[in-house]
């Protein structure tokens, strides 16, 4: 059971490419998120996807699109990469709606240059 | 929306003591507040939430208490050990759909 898998796990980009992480879940949870950590300022929501077919901006949504692929899988993508966007990205699962456990990845660790 | 602050943010302890990590929240319709560590290299993982119908629960060396009147809670870890050091994050949710505020995350060192 793999539970939250992301690719690629190490990404360096230029300023102005553009990329895709790639999450998938095996739990059949019903919702799935992006968040992005750094320094001192936690874990932040950029999407979010509360059930297939639907997904929202959480609270750092600026320069990514995000898709609900099928319900286990949910894509990020950065269309024109900048330097703010140098971070580690989180994928994670939830069962669904109801407040719950939430399952991480392994984490993405993307620098740009 | 939902803010939740943690403190301190690095914390050192000697093997065997113990430690407390404090968090507040601002949103009263919040109704549960999970912790997660992060080991170096990892995903967080969840170690222990509490409901906001609950004051206290345990789980062997760690405890969680909630104070919904003053909006904070805690975590407890008691007899720490070396493999303890990692990232503590508190959480803080409730309402509608799920969209889990985090703490800025608080860095464990126990000392041997």
């Known amino acids: 059971n793999a539970g939250v898998t992301q690719t690629p796990k190490f990404q360096v980009l230029k300023t102005g490419q553009s990329m895709t992480l790639q999450c998938a879940q095996d739990m059949n949870h019903n919702s799935m998120y992006w968040y992005r950590q750094d320094p001192g300022m936690g874990l932040r929501l950029i999407y979010y996807?509360?059930?297939?077919?639907?997904?929202d901006k959480g609270e750092v949504p600026n320069g990514y699109n995000v898709s609900r692929l099928n319900k286990r899988e949910f894509s990020l993508r950065l269309e024109s990469a900048a330097p703010s966007q140098t971070s580690v990205y989180f994928c994670a699962s939830s069962v669904g709606q109801v407040v719950n456990t939430i399952y991480f990845g392994e984490g993405s660790w993307l620098t740009v240059v | 929306g939902e803010n939740v602050e943690q403190h301190p943010s690095t914390l050192s302890v000697q093997e065997g003591d113990s430690a407390v990590i404090k968090c507040t929240y601002s949103d009263s319709a919040s109704n549960y507040f999970p912790w997660y560590k992060q080991e170096l290299g990892k995903g967080p993982q969840l170690i222990i939430d509490i409901r906001s119908n609950v004051g206290e629960k345990k789980d062997q060396r760690i405890a969680v208490t909630l104070n919904k009147t003053a909006k904070h809670f805690s975590l407890h870890i008691t007899e720490t050990q070396p493999e303890d050091s990692a990232v503590y994050f508190c959480a803080a949710s409730g309402g509608g759909y799920q969209k889990v505020t985090f703490g800025t995350g608080t860095k464990l060192q126990v000392i041997p």
């Open positions: 996807s509360a059930s297939e077919g639907t997904t």
